[in-house]
């Protein structure tokens, strides 16, 4: 793995918390803005365990995310990570990434509908990087 191109695709996930998580519903995309926090270059965001992506994620955990691209438009670099997602219930983790804001959804870190999808990249390819081609890195 290019230790580079690893250091800008974590700059850019430090520096966006908020992206797109596709996924597969009945045979068609489907997504959605997600929270994402990141464990070297392991994605996860929070979710109840009874919602309708848990159980399209199960049925296909193929997943994609977009992280980046939000202030300056058409100059900002953004990434593409492609890879395979699972239910994460990891107290541990549920309680590293857990934020005052969840708590319109659940109880706390606590809650057993508290969980986390963990989108384990495969590839991910950094674009529009100062303008330069699409750069790809396998993980």
Do not use: C
Not at 33 to 44: G, Q, S
Not at 72 to 77: E, I, R, T
Not at 86 to 113: A, C, H, M, V
Not at 124 to 136: F, K, M, P
Request: aromatic share 10%.
């Amino acid at each position: 793995m290019n230790k580079d191109l690893k250091q800008k695709a974590l700059e850019i996930i430090s520096e966006h918390r908020t992206g797109i998580l596709a996924n597969v519903e009945n045979k068609k995309p489907h997504v959605r803005y997600m929270t994402f926090f990141n464990k070297d270059l392991t994605l996860f965001t929070p979710t109840k365990l009874d919602t309708e992506k848990v159980e399209e994620l199960e049925n296909n955990p193929s997943a994609s995310v977009l992280l980046g691209y939000e202030e300056k438009g058409l100059s900002d670099s953004y990434i593409e990570v492609s890879g395979m997602s699972r239910i994460n219930q990891s107290q541990e983790l549920k309680q590293q990434f857990w934020d005052d804001s969840f708590t319109k959804w659940f109880s706390g870190p606590e809650d057993s509908n508290y969980v986390l999808l963990e989108i384990q990249p495969e590839t991910i390819r950094i674009l529009n990087n100062e303008g330069g081609e699409a750069q790809e890195f396998q993980v």
